[in-house]
């Protein structure tokens, strides 16, 4: 393949894998920007379960605001200070069983009184109420979408006590001293304290859980009467509640390749709610802060793309594998057609037309550089005879072994032709007008190796290209020294 061809199509190739490449990398920045969109929404789904959580807070505390003032009945708070139990260093109610049927959760007061805490009563018993009937907001939301109800308590940092909306066994010595305030322990820091003494209306923070010893997040919401602050309504998100918030039902795999992780950058608790099955390399992140203390990190890897794109990567290896195929067979049957058409179909020789003008231009340039063009004319003995006697096939064969012994003398800078029947000619380019000479001798000498009948012979004449001269009259000068040559032998005969 000439070098023009070569480059051409080097170029068209190079051509066909940008096309296909640009589509995939097309294709690549487009599902980055859907996962990052989609990382987006998986937050704001998040976020929107927080908030609901939180309003849910506000709207409890709503609830307890209306029964704040009221105090118990008589035979209530008698009943209450009745139903009192002790276990070890804990006292409250219903932390050894049901004692006390009115409240449905558990209440821990450490050494404060009963007579303090029991004004209490008609709040705690509105703070179930809200939780147990749902009635402060239900908003119509699927199924899936719904947001559980939570583990809620109430603190009263008036009265020092800690109202869980659920029955729960409490072991902890710390929350019968009240040292919890002091040790980060219930999600109260000192930092969230003062958040909430200087008005934040609802405070986040991660902190190791008494009961499972375990990071959750929860929200802390301020409860507060007459101006002061009385106590701080909660609410915990454990692990597995915020597992199911960011769970991406609609895309099961995206899941399998994802890590979020939550940090408290007051106390720089983490959450690592869930990790990839996978870490080759991070192929998508998002980060976003959820509240002023509060960050949130999600990291796709890159297999999920791997393995949800591999339809894409299959087209894109396919289409790129069959195009260049095209390039390729065009090439060649370009190359084909080429060679078939200034090539001789009985010897593979070149044919008449590769005697071109173009060719006879350009052998004219050679011999003014000073390059040495010798044409040698070539034809076959007795052709007629070898038809007549053995048939025409045998005629052929002799045709081509002497084209074969033409084609294993000659280089292949130089050009060997058959110009019709038994007449052939070879173009010597850049060859000494002395070796030139002996290039008959060689192709006899090829001859006998192939031809075991020594059925074929041949008469040749050479030429050697002046300035000046032209390709046809340098063959018709050696043509004429080939029928000198054939008269001679003919004479001598």
């Given at each position: 393949?000439?070098?023009?061809?070569?480059?051409?199509?080097?170029?068209?190739?190079?051509?066909?894998?940008?096309?296909?490449?640009?589509?995939?990398?097309?294709?690549?920045?487009?599902?980055h920007?859907?996962?990052?969109?989609?990382?987006?929404?998986?937050?704001?789904?998040?976020?929107?379960?927080?908030?609901?959580?939180?309003?849910?807070?506000?709207?409890?505390?709503?609830?307890?605001?209306?029964?704040?003032?009221?105090?118990?009945?008589?035979?209530?708070?008698?009943?209450?200070?009745?139903?009192?139990?002790?276990?070890?260093?804990?006292?409250?109610?219903?932390?050894d069983?049901?004692?006390y049927?009115?409240?449905?959760?558990?209440?821990?007061?450490?050494?404060?009184?009963?007579?303090?805490?029991?004004?209490?009563?008609?709040?705690?018993?509105?703070?179930?109420?809200?939780?147990?009937?749902?009635?402060v907001?239900?908003?119509?939301?699927?199924?899936?979408?719904?947001?559980?109800?939570?583990?809620?308590?109430?603190?009263?940092?008036?009265?020092?006590?800690?109202?869980?909306?659920?029955?729960?066994?409490?072991?902890d010595?710390?929350?019968?001293?009240?040292?919890?305030?002091?040790?980060?322990?219930?999600?109260?820091?000192?930092?969230?304290?003062e958040?909430?003494?200087?008005?934040?209306?609802?405070?986040?923070?991660?902190?190791?859980?008494?009961?499972?010893?375990?990071?959750?997040?929860?929200?802390?919401?301020?409860?507060y009467?007459?101006?002061?602050?009385?106590?701080i309504?909660?609410?915990?998100?454990?692990?597995?509640?915020?597992?199911?918030?960011?769970?991406?039902?609609?895309?099961?795999?995206?899941?399998?390749?994802?890590?979020?992780?939550?940090?408290?950058?007051?106390?720089?608790a983490?959450?690592?709610?869930?990790?990839?099955a996978?870490?080759?390399?991070?192929?998508?992140?998002?980060?976003?802060?959820?509240?002023?203390?509060?960050?949130?990190?999600?990291?796709?890897?890159?297999?999920?793309?791997?393995?949800?794109s591999?339809?894409?990567?299959?087209?894109?290896?396919?289409?790129?594998?069959?195009?260049?195929?095209?390039?390729?067979?065009?090439?060649?049957?370009?190359?084909?057609?080429?060679?078939?058409?200034?090539?001789?179909?009985?010897?593979?020789?070149?044919n008449?037309?590769?005697?071109?003008?173009?060719q006879?231009?350009?052998?004219?340039?050679?011999?003014e550089?000073?390059?040495?063009?010798?044409?040698?004319?070539?034809?076959?003995?007795?052709?007629?005879?070898?038809?007549?006697?053995?048939?025409?096939?045998?005629?052929?064969?002799?045709?081509?072994?002497?084209?074969?012994?033409?084609?294993?003398?000659?280089?292949?800078?130089?050009?060997?032709?058959?110009?019709?029947?038994?007449?052939?000619?070879?173009?010597?380019?850049?060859?000494?007008?002395?070796?030139?000479?002996?290039?008959?001798?060689?192709?006899?000498?090829?001859?006998?190796?192939?031809?075991?009948?020594?059925?074929?012979?041949?008469?040749?004449?050479?030429?050697k290209?002046?300035?000046?001269?032209?390709?046809?009259?340098?063959?018709?000068?050696?043509?004429?020294?080939?029928?000198?040559?054939?008269?001679?032998?003919?004479?001598?005969?």
């Open positions: 393949m000439k070098l023009q061809n070569k480059i051409l199509r080097f170029v068209i190739s190079s051509g066909v894998v940008i096309l296909t490449s640009s589509f995939l990398i097309y294709e690549l920045i487009s599902s920007r859907d996962m990052t969109d989609y990382m987006r929404y998986i937050i704001d789904k998040g976020e929107s379960a927080f908030l609901y959580d939180k309003y849910q807070n506000q709207l409890i505390i709503s609830q307890l605001s209306r029964k704040m003032d009221e105090a118990p009945t008589v035979d209530a708070a008698t009943r209450a200070c009745d139903s009192v139990q002790r276990l070890g260093d804990v006292v409250g109610l219903n932390i069983g049901h004692s049927s009115p409240l449905k959760g558990s209440l821990t007061a450490g050494k404060t009184p009963c007579s303090q805490w029991v004004q209490d009563l008609p709040m705690l018993e509105a703070f179930d109420s809200a939780i147990s009937n749902d009635i907001w239900n908003p119509l939301l699927p199924d899936d979408l719904r947001p559980e109800k939570r583990f809620r308590y109430y603190i009263d940092l008036v009265n020092q006590y800690i109202y869980f909306n659920s029955p729960v066994v409490i072991k010595p710390t929350l019968t001293s009240w040292n919890f305030l002091y040790g980060a322990r219930l999600g109260i820091s000192s930092a969230s304290l958040n909430l003494f200087l008005g934040r209306t609802v405070v986040s923070s991660i902190y190791v859980d008494t009961f499972t010893r375990k990071n959750i997040l929860t929200f802390l919401t301020p409860v009467r007459q101006e002061q602050l009385k106590g309504v909660m609410v915990d998100l454990s692990h597995q509640d915020m597992r199911e918030i960011f769970y991406t039902r609609d895309r099961p795999l995206v899941w399998r390749y994802l890590d979020i992780s939550f940090t408290d950058s007051d106390n720089n983490n959450i690592e709610v869930h990790r990839s996978a870490h080759l390399l991070s192929y998508v992140n998002y980060s976003r802060p959820l509240a002023e203390n509060m960050h949130v990190v999600l990291s796709l890897d890159v297999m999920y793309f791997l393995l949800s591999w339809k894409l990567f299959l087209f894109y290896l396919l289409t790129t594998a069959v195009l260049l195929h095209l390039v390729r067979t065009h090439f060649r049957l370009y190359r084909m057609v080429s060679k078939e058409n200034i090539s001789d179909s009985l010897t593979g020789l070149y008449r037309k590769i005697l071109s003008p173009v006879s231009m350009r052998l004219q340039r050679l011999t550089q000073g390059a040495s063009i010798v044409i040698i004319a070539l034809d076959l003995d007795k052709l007629k005879h070898i038809n007549d006697t053995w048939g025409h096939n045998e005629g052929d064969r002799a045709i081509i072994m002497l084209a074969q012994a033409i084609s294993a003398t000659v280089r292949k800078s130089d050009y060997a032709v058959r110009l019709g029947g038994d007449e052939f000619c070879i173009i010597l380019v850049d060859y000494d007008e002395k070796d030139a000479q002996l290039i008959p001798q060689r192709i006899k000498e090829q001859l006998a190796l192939i031809d075991d009948d020594n059925r074929v012979s041949f008469s040749w004449g050479a030429y290209m002046c300035v000046g001269d032209n390709l046809d009259g340098a063959m018709e000068i050696a043509d004429q020294r080939l029928y000198q040559q054939k008269k001679q032998r003919h004479h001598h005969n």
